[in-house]
């Protein structure tokens, strides 16, 4: 099973990595890239797994797959150069509009704004072997857009991006993790081949390709834990969880629903 990795930021900035969960220390990110070398696993992108299984590349005998979202500088300054000491690559999501320059997206979370990647950054990483996806065009919420609003931010983002790299972009990621059935078809129409979540999708990494679950790395994630992540069925562990949490939730909600009605029939 192909475990797909999620980051946000890496950041030399200690006391940054201790207050925002998003911001993993530079010296963490690289005892993660220390213990997927130490397990013997390789890092490929999902274009290699979809050239795998047209036939036309071989995997690794253990492959992972490391992603980034949004385009943080210092996925470029930081992270890049520590993932070219390794020899690893990533996939990295970006947005379409490239007038977007800052993380506006995390003021609700009091995360002091940070720069995003130019597009000569963008183009050094795919340069290099990296996976460029569309992270959208403004980084929205899909799932609260209309059609015609969803199909401008998944459609046009790749377009514009395409046209940044000249090749084409085949893989998304969907903000804040939010997704549905109407998003989901809308980004199979727009030509993607497959599509990353964070906390839903099945834990088979290919049971549902326009829904990949994947692990999601915080400024909390030790090489104790990392390696538990690398080395346990995590994915069906973290699937479980949400399936209780989702039953307990509808529970919830019945069990509320039905003690309003009997209130009501009451008064």
């Known amino acids: 099973m192909i475990k797909v990795l999620m980051y946000h930021r890496v950041v030399d900035d200690r006391a940054l990595s201790l207050s925002s969960w998003l911001c993993l220390h530079s010296s963490d990110f690289r005892r993660h890239l220390e213990l997927i070398e130490k397990y013997g696993m390789t890092p490929v992108t999902l274009h290699d797994y979809r ?9 690794p005998r253990k492959p992972i797959i490391i992603t980034f979202d949004d385009g943080y ?5 930081v992270a890049y150069p520590i993932l070219q000491e390794f020899g690893m690559k990533a996939v990295i999501f970006v947005l379409g509009d490239r007038n977007i320059k800052t993380n506006y997206w995390d003021e609700r979370q009091g995360i002091a704004p940070a720069p995003l990647m130019e597009g000569h ?3 050094e990483l795919h340069a290099a072997g990296f996976e460029i996806g569309s992270h959208s065009m403004t980084h929205a919420k899909l799932t609260e857009t209309t ?3 969803m199909w401008d931010e998944i459609s046009r983002s790749r377009m514009m991006l395409e046209i940044l790299l000249n ?7 969907y903000p804040y993790g939010l997704v549905n059935s109407v998003v989901e078809s809308v980004v199979i129409e727009a030509g993607y081949t497959n599509a990353c979540a964070v906390y839903t999708g099945p834990p088979a990494f290919s049971d549902r390709p326009f829904e990949i679950r994947r692990i999601e790395m915080r400024n909390s994630t030790g090489p104790l834990a990392f390696s538990a992540q690398l080395l346990t069925p995590w994915p069906y562990y973290s699937w479980l969880r949400w399936k209780a949490r989702l039953l307990l939730s509808r529970t919830m909600g019945s069990v509320w629903q039905s003690s309003r009605q009997i209130l009501s029939e009451r008064t």
């Open 121 to 123: 950054h963008i183009v």
């Open 51 to 59: 050239l795998s299984l047209q036939g036309e590349l071989q995997l």
């Open 167 to 173: 090749a084409r972009v085949r893989s998304f990621s």
């Open 147 to 149: 059609r015609d609003q």
């Open 73 to 77: 500088l210092d996925t470029y300054e």
